[in-house]
């Protein structure tokens, strides 16, 4: 038997119930998010590589930590959604890769730069994205 006052659901308790893994519920914010191509085209150029880089597993390499970081926070993915799309072994290892970009960013002046201008030029498609197409002329 339940006791005390009861003030309605609680909605994180509700996302976690639904979702297959508690860790999938955790709140983000709530944009509309870019598709995975777009993030990575623009990293690509950014970085000045091909898109397929960004799958292949190479040493002391940034790329996919780099990636994850985007596509999580710019396309809305989860860790284990990144992995798939950049063919890395799981949500962990995803976690890994960007726990290790973001030890860089704080010592390398050089891949901060590059990651800033990454996300300006990420910030510039989404204010052409949401400026209002046409309208109503007002008076002359």
């Known amino acids: 038997m339940r ?3 009861h003030f309605g659901e609680n909605p994180h308790q509700k996302l976690i119930e639904h979702h297959r893994r508690p860790e999938d519920a955790a709140f ?3 944009t509309e998010p870019l598709s995975v191509d777009k993030v990575l085209s623009i990293l690509a150029e950014v970085f000045e590589v091909s898109v397929e880089e960004f799958n292949h597993r190479r040493r002391d390499s940034v790329l996919r930590g780099i990636a994850g970081r985007f596509l999580i926070r710019y396309a809305g993915l989860t860790q284990r959604e990144v992995a798939v799309k950049i063919g890395a072994g799981s949500g962990g290892a995803v976690s890994r890769q960007m726990r290790k970009v973001r030890v860089l960013l704080e010592n390398e002046r050089h891949l901060r730069r590059l990651v800033e201008r990454a996300e300006e030029r990420i910030k510039k ?12 002329a007002g008076p002359k």
Do not use: C, D, W
């Open 125 to 136: 498609l989404r204010q052409t994205m949401h400026k209002p197409q046409g309208g109503i």
């Open 3 to 5: 006791t005390g006052v």
């Open 28 to 30: 983000r914010r709530i």
